[in-house]
């Protein structure tokens, strides 16, 4: 799925709108709805820009040791199978 917005852009929304501009005026001038930027704040809220970048590095990660788990798993039941004979 491509990002219309980088995370960089999404803090400077929200910091945009902790500074006093109204919700709907910003969602109108940048073309994105309410409900994305309440996702948005829910995600993002209280971040500067290199947590957030530290945030994306970190879920990156998890999603590559989620995967070498999930493979050494998958191994493990393969190897288990062979031994058993039920093959």
């Not at 709108?17 to 109108?28: F, M």
């Not at 709805?33 to 945030?55: I, N, T």
């Not at 990660?61 to 998958?74: G, H, P």
Request: charged share 35%; with cysteine.
């Amino acid at each position: 799925m491509k990002k219309r917005y980088t995370d960089e852009q999404i803090i400077g929304f929200l910091k945009q709108a902790a500074a006093g501009t109204p919700i709907k005026e910003l969602c109108r001038k940048h073309g994105f709805s309410d409900a994305s930027f309440y996702l948005w704040r829910r995600r993002f809220g209280g971040m500067e820009v290199p947590d957030a970048k530290r945030l994306r590095t970190l879920e990156a990660e998890n999603a590559r040791l989620k995967k070498l788990l999930a493979e050494a798993m998958l191994d493990n039941e393969a190897l288990k199978v062979v031994a058993r004979g039920k093959f």
